[in-house]
């Protein structure tokens, strides 16, 4: 795969695709992205597998059950956050729904030696990661900022400054290769975020130190309530070529392109070519969170396109009618959708509050005597209202 | 015994060197700290030495630099990060604050930053616009962050060895209009705590505090003010943040009187954190209010004005004698 090949490449299955984007202004200028440019499928939306000549991939009946469990449980666990939001107990939710299948294709395609930089939203990778999803909804409930070992699953905390954390994989990235390794570091990040000056630096860095990272935008349409265009001129994998690496689109709706695309780009990076430049285009089904309404800023007709190219829908039709699940699995992956989403409701009502005393722990790795200081004046505070309550005045 | 006489400049170089010769984890990454060795020549030489894997040129962007250590640190290496000017590191401030300076509290202590980031700061070296700034006050403001200044080629040498140990992220401020001073450096002795505050000159009628490249300054002030008969103390603080309370407090204890000099705006400075503490401290020994000296709350000014706009001998004396006189 080389830059030219990539950024240059033909369109080859877009004639059916209509346009989702909607240009609000249009001048005399050219208006990019009023065009859809093509995007790597391996799966219709009527769950018909179709050939790419650069990407294929092939699966066993078993791995392609596995990807549609954990798309249908990684949205029963979003939809159960939702609720939880709703009911008081979550501050605030970011909800995946519709981006299952560029998370988990993308996921999916992880070696566990590789590391992943997430932005707030990538709760299906958390789940390919082995991470506990129970422990994404601290940051959300309060009790803490993430609280998960970045160790444990290669898994950094989420990172809620837009596009900060694409510059930490970059970085880790070049101590990847500084150390000789032949893992790699994968970087999430949003349409949104592709416009801040730290993902334009991770480029150029990334480039110029060759660093072992795939860059994974899900270009899900919004951010909060502005659309791409207001992000972009050029399609967003087009953006890679000026930087010197290769960008490529795939249908973010589509998990087996997604785990073909990664896993290609996964491998151009172990093998010491540098970075590559991923845009799922995908769309973002709800709100960018629970504190924004989404009817004010867009039109029911978009919504309602998309959700004839639903990442689930698809594949369940695919997996019909090729008879490689039956009823008996959609009957018990059912019921261990409704475990989990009972799961993690008790374990939200479940979760403590912090200590209080948790406000100066880990201020600083070495110590700091002013931190030591305020935690005994603020201890002595807090005994003053026990010994009150002991005495009884 | 290694007793030797260098400049600050000198004395950083060769703390760097160590630091790489010692652990092969430690970097230098920053603009031109390659084959320039730096605008400074702070790392003259040491990418010919270590190579380009150890000292690395990086591209023209701040973020990036400090992005890009934040990660190799999450990697486990401890990054040494050169910002060529004060006025530069507004690009980074964002990495630095949001990122470095709350990674370790935000992942429970699971992960550490161990990542210097190197500052050459300050005026009187008639640079232009955003080469004399003094911006400490707003890193020390933000808790993750430490923050530490050297007066002299001893601490520069020292406290560059302590910063790379330390754990934490550690922003270290070089006076940079004191880089070709020089002053004996005892490369073998073990010093005092990165964070303890020194005491530069002993004396019983005022205090003095200062950092960095208003140490020297408060230094001859204090030789003046000796030849008028007044006994002046003068301590370097060398870690803005902490700051040793303790022993600004035992010498105002001892004083009865605090002046607190510093090259950035008084206003929001941290002469005003340190006046409020050590009042809250020294009430009843304090013979007079606690008095800053410093910049004005105006832009840092072209070159030509910047001795009116720097704190002085004679402004440090007039607020010396403004004390003295209550």
């Known amino acids: 795969m080389t830059v030219e090949s990539t950024a240059a490449r033909k369109p080859r299955r877009s004639s059916k695709r209509t346009s989702a984007v909607k240009t609000t202004a249009k001048t005399p200028a050219e208006t990019p992205q009023s065009s859809e440019p093509e995007l790597v499928q391996l799966l219709t939306p009527e769950g018909e597998r179709v050939e790419h000549p650069d990407y294929q991939i092939d699966l066993t009946a078993e791995e392609l059950r596995g990807l549609y469990r954990d798309m249908v449980l990684t949205r029963r666990f979003d939809a159960e956050a939702t609720a939880l939001q709703r009911q008081g107990e979550l501050g605030l939710w970011a909800s995946l729904l519709g981006q299952e299948a560029a998370q988990i294709g993308s996921g999916r395609a992880l070696r566990d030696d590789d590391y992943v930089f997430p932005t707030y939203r990538e709760h299906g990778v958390a789940w390919c990661r082995g991470v506990d999803p129970t422990n994404l909804l601290g940051m959300f409930r309060g009790v803490n900022h993430g609280g998960w070992d970045p160790n444990t699953n290669n898994f950094h905390l989420y990172t809620i400054v837009i596009g900060s954390q694409t510059l930490h994989a970059t970085g880790y990235a070049m101590g990847v290769a500084k150390d000789g390794a032949d893992s790699a570091v994968i970087a999430y990040f949003g349409d949104g975020a592709s416009s801040q000056g730290d993902v334009a630096e991770s480029f150029t860095f990334s480039a110029v130190y060759n660093a072992p990272v795939v860059f994974f935008c899900q270009n899900n349409q919004w951010a909060i309530s502005e659309p791409t265009e207001k992000q972009t001129r050029v399609p967003l994998y087009q953006r890679a070529q000026g930087f010197g690496f290769p960008g490529v689109r795939v249908d973010g709706n589509d998990v087996l392109a997604c785990l073909a695309v990664t896993r290609s780009a996964l491998e151009r990076a172990r093998r010491g070519e540098g970075p590559t430049l991923v845009e799922a285009f995908t769309y973002r089904m709800g709100a960018h969170t629970t504190s924004d309404d989404p009817t004010k800023y867009r039109a029911d007709e978009e919504r309602a396109s998309w959700e004839a190219k639903d990442p689930i829908l698809r594949l369940r039709t695919h997996l019909e009618k090729e008879g490689t699940a039956d009823e008996a699995f959609f009957t018990a992956l059912e019921a261990e959708s409704e475990a989990l989403g009972k799961r993690v409701r008790e374990a939200v009502r479940a979760m403590p509050d912090p200590d209080r005393m948790a406000i100066f722990d880990h201020a600083y790795a070495d110590g700091n005597p002013l931190v030591d200081e305020e935690r005994a004046q603020f201890a002595a505070y807090q005994a003053s209202f026990a010994d009150s309550a002991e005495e009884g005045k | ?326």
């Open chain 2, 1 to 326: 015994m290694a007793m030797e006489k260098m400049s600050i400049a000198k004395a950083l170089n060769e703390s760097l060197r160590k630091a790489l010769d010692t652990d092969p984890k430690v970097l230098i990454m920053g603009e031109d700290v390659g084959k320039l060795g730096g605008v400074f020549r702070i790392t003259d030489g040491l990418q010919k030495d270590f190579g380009e894997d150890r000292v690395i040129d990086t591209p023209l962007a701040e973020s990036g630099i400090v992005g890009t250590a934040i990660g190799l640190a999450l990697r486990g290496y401890r990054p040494i990060v050169e910002i060529q000017f004060d006025g530069f590191v507004f690009p980074a401030y964002d990495q630095i604050v949001t990122q470095l300076a709350k990674m370790h509290a935000r992942a429970l202590g699971k992960i550490k930053l161990p990542v210097v980031v190197r500052i050459p700061y300050g005026g009187g070296i008639g640079a232009v616009e955003h080469h004399s700034e003094s911006p400490e006050a707003l890193f020390a403001h933000v808790a993750g962050l430490k923050v530490v200044s050297p007066s002299n080629a001893s601490d520069a040498y020292w406290m560059m060895q302590q910063a790379v140990q330390s754990d934490d992220p550690i922003i270290f401020f070089e006076p940079k209009r004191r880089y070709w001073d020089k002053g004996e450096v005892e490369t073998d002795s073990i010093p005092g705590p990165l964070h303890r505050a020194a005491v530069a000159r002993t004396g019983s009628d005022l205090t003095l505090v200062a950092y960095g490249p208003m140490v020297k300054v408060c230094l001859e002030a204090a030789a003046a003010a000796q030849e008028e008969g007044k006994s002046i103390e003068v301590l370097d603080l060398r870690s803005m943040s902490p700051i040793d309370f303790d022993t600004i407090q035992t010498s105002v204890e001892k004083t009865g009187r605090l002046v607190v000099v510093h090259e950035a705006p008084v206003f929001y400075g941290s002469g005003a954190e340190i006046a409020a503490r050590i009042t809250e401290r020294c009430f009843y020994h304090l013979e007079a209010p606690v008095l800053r000296v410093g910049g004005y709350h105006a832009p840092y000014p072209p070159a030509r004005l910047e001795d009116e706009y720097l704190p002085g001998l004679d402004r440090v004396l007039d607020a010396v004698d403004r004390s003295l006189a209550y």
